[in-house]
């Protein structure tokens, strides 16, 4: 009965999961595309490849330039 219940609650935690995890990945792009409306571009060398770290900072692969970072504002997250 118990491992019944535990069936019946994963896949419902498994969707809230899903759907979180996606509307925080809409975030990131919405912020990315009114940051870089035309791709990432270096303010310091206009190199258009970077790399992203843990922390969602853009870094320059060319001059290792920090780009800034991300950050979610409470009007996306109501
Ligand atoms: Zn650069």
Not at 9 to 28: G, T
Not at 45 to 60: A, F
């Amino acid at each position: 009965m118990n491992k019944f219940i535990i069936m019946e609650d994963f896949p419902k935690s498994e969707i809230e999961f899903d759907q979180k995890s996606s509307y925080e990945s809409a975030c990131y792009q919405y912020l990315f595309t009114m940051k870089w409306p035309q791709g990432f571009i270096c303010v310091k060398c206009n190199y258009h490849y970077c790399w992203l770290s843990k922390r969602n900072i853009y870094i320059c692969q060319r001059c290792q330039h920090n780009n800034g970072q991300l950050k979610k504002t409470s009007h996306l997250l109501v």
